[in-house]
């Protein structure tokens, strides 16, 4: 078998050590040096990943939270990018009130024209609050709470915040603001994981 | 059935949910020191799952053990560095 199909790294390596000849005192010093490279990058092998979280209604208010607060404890990087409707769940008041909707929710067993009847989103929430507490299900304040405290980075979009005239002191201490889509593409292009809810 | 390690902390999660069991339980292994074991109390079914994956992919923690009793799951966690 020919031995010149070497990968194109191996070929960039072996430029540079042309000029080392074939001293083996040289190539020792070399190998070495990339050895401890390779270490380096083995050891940077911290994973990251970035949620852009758009929804703000209480169900939809959950994934985004759970996988963000598991992710921190997985030792990753963890941004949630939090823009439209999911201001809410930043909002330290909104996100105690975070309504369920009936309508248009083909999982509920209520039929939509009876679910547009007003206080039926009230209802179904009531009910989905009341279910999450029997079970023993974290509330939103709580994974909030435990994101932060693990150092995940919530982040609220400044152009939806003043779209929705949302004041940073509005919501929960910790929450970065001052950031726009750029700031989540930049994340987003070193996360192992980019995620869209 | 025994166990053949010292256990260091107990960290009791019943009744918690998904994703609780893992939170707290990196939360407790934190505050041990390395060669320290934490057994882990939890009612949650998922948390025979989710514990492992969580150890299998974080460095400095080996899970030891994992039993499944009656409507109880223990899980004992070194953690290793």
């Known amino acids: 078998m020919s031995t010149d199909t070497s990968p194109s790294s191996a070929d960039e390596t072996g ?16 190998i070495e040096a ?34 963000a607060s598991t992710a921190a404890a997985f ?19 909104n996100s105690k009130n975070l309504k369920l909707s009936a309508v248009g929710n083909p999982n509920m067993p209520i039929p939509n024209a009876l679910a547009a009847l007003p206080g039926m989103d009230a209802l179904a929430t009531r009910m989905m609050r009341s279910k999450i507490e029997e079970n023993g299900t974290a509330t939103i304040e709580e994974l909030i709470d435990l994101s932060l405290d693990q150092g995940v980075d919530l982040q609220a979009c400044q152009m939806t915040m003043e779209l929705m005239d949302y004041d940073e002191d509005e919501f929960y201490d910790g929450v970065t603001t001052d950031v726009g889509a750029a700031t989540a593409l930049e994340h987003m292009a070193d996360a192992d994981i980019q995620l869209l809810v | 059935m025994s166990t053949e390690f010292e256990i260091t902390e107990t960290l ?28 882990v109390v939890a009612t949650d079914s998922g948390s025979m799952s989710d514990i492992e994956g969580w150890a299998n992919s974080t460095d400095g ?21």
């Open chain 1, 15 to 30: 430029e540079e050590m042309a000029d080392e000849g074939s001293d083996p005192a040289a190539l020792q010093a070399r």
């Open chain 1, 34 to 67: 990339l050895e401890a490279q390779v270490g380096e990058m083995e050891d940077d092998g911290q994973k990251k990943m970035t949620i852009i979280a758009t929804q703000g209604s209480f169900d939809m208010a959950y994934p985004p939270l759970i996988l």
């Open chain 1, 75 to 93: 030792d990753w990087d963890v941004v949630v990018f939090h823009t439209f409707w999911a201001l809410d769940i930043l909002h330290e008041e």
């Open chain 2, 12 to 39: 009791d999660v019943k009744g918690q949910s998904c994703p609780m069991p893992v939170v707290k339980t990196k939360q407790a292994i934190d505050d041990l020191s390395e060669g320290e074991v934490l057994k």
């Open chain 2, 61 to 81: 923690v080996e899970l030891l053990d994992q039993q499944e009793g009656e409507d109880v799951y223990k899980h004992y966690v070194e953690k290793t560095a």
